[in-house]
């Protein structure tokens, strides 16, 4: 706002290593952009996108060895001159089209950010970041009284646990667990985990509803698993997605270290195993 921006790009100060995993910005010592590029693989490149040390004092931070500016993605727009811009353009993506058309004859300054965020674009950066909040001390803190963190009133019953050993993991509401194991995992809403089952560094995304006894009786007589994990399972570096339906014996387990892999009810990114949402894994099935 001191600056009379049209446009405000939130950055966040990254090292030379990172630089080809963002779209990278150049400014000037007083916080105007002057340039943009989406992941930079040359290194001459790289290397013309370095800012001033100066930079960091105009914004009162510590460099700590960081050379670049990466756009976190958040931009904030006159109004009249967004109007402007989506009438005149027929360009649709912003990051990689409208903000470097604007560099040519738009006010576009840096706002710089030191705080937490993390880029999720990649399957291995949303499992990470969910790891990390399951640490003592997480770099980010859901339980800052003067900052709350608002999220959907889903009003479900606290989570029921039954002779189970849990250790560093985040157990949402309404969940239920039956002698299982959880260790350093994400267990989401309404998720259901039958007796002898262990789960390590996952993300059970859980359900968008109960299973009535009607429901599970009807599951039995068709040789179908009830919804989430069975009996005797081992999930580990897994994300599954909701309304999963997990059978007895199963093991998640990566068994041939694939880091890349398509299967008929499953992916593969990064190492992790992927269950699409709704998915039906029967028993005693090894991946």
């Not at 790009?9 to 990278?24: L, N, Q």
């Not at 900052?147 to 985040?170: D, E």
């Not at 919804?227 to 399972?233: E, F, Q, Y």
């Not at 199963?250 to 990114?269: A, C, H, M, P, S």
Request: proline share 5%; with cysteine.
């Amino acid at each position: 706002r001191d600056m009379d921006a049209d446009i405000t790009i939130a950055v966040k100060p990254i090292y030379d290593r990172e630089a080809s995993e963002f779209g990278i910005l150049k400014a000037d010592t007083k916080g105007w952009i002057t340039e943009f590029h989406e992941k930079p693989k040359e290194p001459e490149i790289i290397d013309q996108f370095k800012i001033s040390p100066e930079l960091f004092n105009v914004f009162n931070l510590e460099p700590k060895g960081r050379t670049h500016i990466a756009s976190m993605g958040i931009y904030l727009f006159k109004k009249e001159v967004l109007f402007e811009i989506l009438e005149k353009s027929t360009e649709e993506d912003f990051g990689k089209e409208v903000i470097p058309g604007a560099l040519k004859d738009r006010k576009v300054a840096a706002f710089f950010f030191d705080g937490y965020w993390e880029d999720i674009g990649t399957m291995r950066a949303f499992f990470e970041a969910h790891m990390e909040l399951t640490k003592p001390v997480p770099s980010f803190n859901f339980y800052d009284e003067e900052h709350p963190f608002y999220t959907r009133s889903r009003f479900l019953p606290a989570s029921k646990i039954y002779n189970c050993q849990i250790n560093q993991s985040i157990i949402a509401e309404g969940s239920i667990l039956l002698g299982s194991i959880i260790e350093h995992s994400v267990i989401g809403i309404r998720s259901f985990i039958e007796e002898g089952t262990y789960v390590q560094r996952s993300v059970i995304m859980g359900n968008t509803r109960y299973e009535t006894i009607k429901e599970r009786n009807r599951n039995k007589q068709k040789g179908e698993p009830n919804l989430g994990l069975g009996n005797n399972c081992i999930i580990r570096n897994t994300i599954i997605d909701l309304d999963c339906k997990i059978g007895n014996n199963v093991q998640l387990i990566n068994k041939d270290n694939k880091t890349y892999e398509e299967g008929e009810n499953y992916v593969i990114r990064d190492g992790i195993i992927i269950l699409p949402k709704g998915t039906i894994l029967p028993d005693n099935t090894i991946i």
